[in-house]
Nanobody, 122 residues
C-alpha cells in the first residue's frame, strides 16, 4: 500500500491544521492507520491511531483533546484534525498502515508514507 500525506504547513500557536493521508491499496477498509511524528534529532513518536472500522481510536496523552483522527473509506483517506497547536507540536507527521489492527507501537506498522512538515510558531 502506498501512503501520501499532505496538509502540513506553518501556523501560529493556537491555530489549526488538518492533515490527510491518501492510500492507494487493496480495499482501504481492511487497514488500520496511525499518525506518528518526528522532530529533528528525536525518535518517532505515536500521535493517533484508528482501527479498520473506526471503532478503536487511540491518542497520545499530549494530543488528547486537541487532535482528532478520522477516516473516510469512500475517499481512501485518513485525517488528523489538529487544533490548539503548540510550538512543541512542530515535527514531520507521518502516516502508517497495518492490516493487523491499530496500536500505539511504531514497529507494528508495515507501511509508511513520506510525511508532511508541521511548524508551529510561538
Amino acid at each position: 500500500v502506498q501512503l501520501q500525506a499532505s496538509g502540513g504547513g506553518l501556523v501560529q500557536a493556537g491555530g489549526s491544521l488538518r492533515l490527510a493521508c491518501a492510500a492507494s491499496s487493496r480495499p482501504f477498509g481492511e487497514y488500520s492507520f496511525a499518525w506518528f511524528r518526528q522532530a529533528p534529532g528525536k525518535e518517532r513518536m505515536f500521535v493517533a491511531a484508528i482501527s479498520w472500522r473506526g471503532v478503536d481510536i487511540y491518542y497520545a496523552d499530549d494530543v488528547k483533546g486537541r487532535f482528532t483522527i478520522s477516516r473516510d473509506n469512500a475517499k481512501n483517506t485518513v485525517y488528523l484534525q489538529m487544533n490548539s497547536l503548540k510550538p512543541e507540536d512542530t515535527a514531520v507527521y507521518i502516516c502508517a498502515a497495518s492490516d493487523r489492527g491499530a496500536t500505539r507501537t511504531v514497529n507494528w506498522y508495515e507501511h509508511w508514507g513520506q510525511g508532511t512538515q508541521v511548524t508551529v510558531s510561538s
